[in-house]
């Protein structure tokens, strides 16, 4: 079975960049990592979100992406096709006989 003919959706990863401001201090701005990267997005069980809980997590939802991007980090973001933000709390790889099969995204939505 093709992974990739699972992968549904078009996302774009942002990382985030800070730069100094005089009067508030801090900007944060969020830029574009990889863009149109081919995903699959799932709202996680009522079960699943129970276990996150007690594990100290607010994950709301698991997104899979192509191993190609093994860049991304838990401190970066989604964006869906809506415009739907995800905050990116864990990214896990998921392995096969011949190395990463995919990765997971664990992530909390925030819009």
């Known amino acids: 079975m093709s ?12 990382t985030v960049a800070y730069s100094q401001s005089n009067i508030s201090g801090k900007n944060e701005t969020w830029t574009a990592r990889y863009t149109s990267i081919p995903a699959r997005i799932e709202e996680l069980t009522a079960n699943e979100r129970l276990m996150a809980g007690r594990e100290g997590w607010e994950r709301t939802h698991r997104i899979y992406i192509d191993p190609a991007y093994s860049a991304v980090a838990p401190s970066d973001r989604v964006v ?8 990116l709390e864990e990214v ?20």
């Open 3 to 14: 992974f990739t003919g699972l992968l549904d959706e078009t996302i774009t990863i942002q």
């Open 80 to 87: 869906d096709s809506g415009s739907v933000v995800y905050q």
């Open 92 to 111: 896990k790889e998921a392995k096969a006989f011949s190395g990463v099969h995919h990765y997971e995204l664990m992530a909390v939505r925030r819009t």
